[in-house]
């Protein structure tokens, strides 16, 4: 995978910049592509794989990189041209590469908490109601969120290379699989935040969009009304800090499957995921637009 998105940004260099938004406990960098056709655009930051064993993720933000890059989609194109892309198609790749040569549906990071345990759950270790709902503190469950808030260095890092955008940051997407959702905030409680309403038009357009090439339905809500109560995830930091439009996709399918997606599947899952995206930061960009 870096190997390719090596290769890419060596063919489009006007546009494309290989970039390291953090690194991992075993010393691999969390590599991801910056795509900017202007000087001070708004940014749009997508990150994929927090959880290793969610290949349909990373599979989807390598397809969606691709296209904003190649795609002679009239529309595809004016959300490349918009925005400064950020996109990152595995935040943990400890897990990742784990999941290849050890354990295929391995979580969390990968640094050693006890003598039998091993990793945090990155998507629980955000600095946002950390450790109030949703986790568990048996060091080896796949919910343990960690010693303390970012206590993994891939959260550090990570937080640390998005500070410094997070001015001009309009939209974070966090792609995961499996169940077919559109993820608003919060997590950590059933309220909803001040600018729900905002949050949910734009859902609504991003699912309409996601369907679009093959009828594959999302379910919009927030994380803690649809799916579960979980706290420290990575788009409520970002939306408590400032960030107004934050999702998270959970791409297809709804069980049949689940994380063992078949091949076959993974540029349909890919089309969708681009489509949603594409159509999100076009109704962001309306929304922007706006006096």
């Not at 930091?237 to 997606?261: C, I, K, M, Q």
């Not at 599947?265 to 309306?286: H, N, R, Y």
């Amino acid at each position: 995978m870096y190997t390719w998105m090596e290769g890419l940004v060596k063919r489009f260099p006007a546009v494309a910049t290989l970039v390291k938004g953090g690194w991992s406990t075993e010393g691999r960098h969390i590599l991801g592509v910056r795509i900017a056709h202007a000087a001070d655009l708004p940014v749009i930051y997508v990150e994929a794989g927090i959880h290793g064993r969610e290949w349909a993720s990373s599979s989807a933000a390598t397809y969606i990189l691709d296209q904003l890059l190649t795609s002679a989609d009239p529309a595809v194109a004016q959300a490349a041209r918009s925005f400064e892309w950020h996109i990152f198609p595995s935040v943990n790749p400890d897990a990742h590469e784990y999941t290849h040569t050890t354990d295929r549906l391995w979580r969390k990071s990968r640094k050693p908490t006890t003598t039998l345990c091993t990793g945090a759950d990155l998507n629980r270790n955000f600095p946002v109601s950390w450790g109030t709902v949703g986790v568990s503190w048996d060091f080896c469950s796949d919910l343990f969120p960690g010693t303390r808030a970012a206590s993994e260095v891939e959260t550090r890092t990570r937080m640390a290379y998005m500070e410094d955008l997070l001015p001009r940051m309009k939209a974070f997407v966090a792609l995961h699989s499996f169940g077919q959702f559109l993820l608003l905030p919060w997590g950590f409680t059933p309220a909803e935040p001040r600018d729900h309403q905002g949050l949910v038009a734009v859902a609504s357009k991003t699912a309409e969009a996601f369907a679009r090439p093959h009828g594959t339905p999302l379910t919009i809500g927030s994380i803690a009304k649809v799916l579960y109560p979980a706290s420290g995830a990575s788009m409520d930091w970002a939306h408590s800090r400032g960030v107004p439009f934050t999702y998270t996709f959970e791409l297809r399918d709804r069980g049949n499957y689940g994380f063992l997606l078949p091949a076959s599947e993974i540029l349909p899952a890919s089309e969708e995921a681009l489509a949603g995206v594409v159509g999100m930061a076009d109704a962001v960009l309306q929304r922007l637009a706006k006096p």
